[in-house]
């Protein structure tokens, strides 16, 4: 069984900072990509970050300039660094891993419970 764990959100004023996390754990062989997305009352989830086993990333035109995904392999963990936060960016943050299982062959496409982030003065 493999389990994905959010942290970090909370309540931030306009041009603040936040740090989200997201542990993987379980039986867990290997993970490809690892992703956050976001979902706002009354609009769909949208994708925000993504990185690669190996590094490299890609950002949502909104969020660019703005937030950094990080990953630390060893710890089976991948980070959302948010500065310069928008109201707009209030919504309930989810990460996704795709996970190759102990003793399987085939990826496990795993969401997290998510977090919430609120941007307001």
């Known amino acids: 069984q493999v389990q994905l764990v959010e942290s970090g959100g909370g309540l931030v004023q306009p041009g603040g900072s936040l740090r989200l996390s997201c542990a993987a754990s379980?039986?867990?062989?290997?993970?490809?990509?690892m992703r956050w997305y976001r979902q706002a009352p009354g609009k769909e989830r949208e994708l925000v970050a993504t990185?690669?086993?190996?590094?490299?990333?890609n950002y949502a035109d909104s969020v660019k300039g703005r937030f950094t995904i990080s990953r630390d392999n060893a710890k089976n963990t991948v980070y959302l660094q948010m500065n310069s936060l928008k109201p707009e960016d209030t919504a309930a943050y989810y990460c996704?891993?795709?996970?190759?299982?102990?003793?399987?062959?085939?990826?496990?496409?795993?969401w997290g419970q998510g977090t919430q982030v609120t941007v307001s003065s």
């Open positions: 990185i690669s086993s190996l590094g490299s990333t």
């Open positions: 379980g039986s867990i062989f290997s993970i490809n990509d």
């Open positions: 996704n891993a795709e996970i190759t299982p102990v003793g399987k062959r085939w990826l496990l496409n795993s």
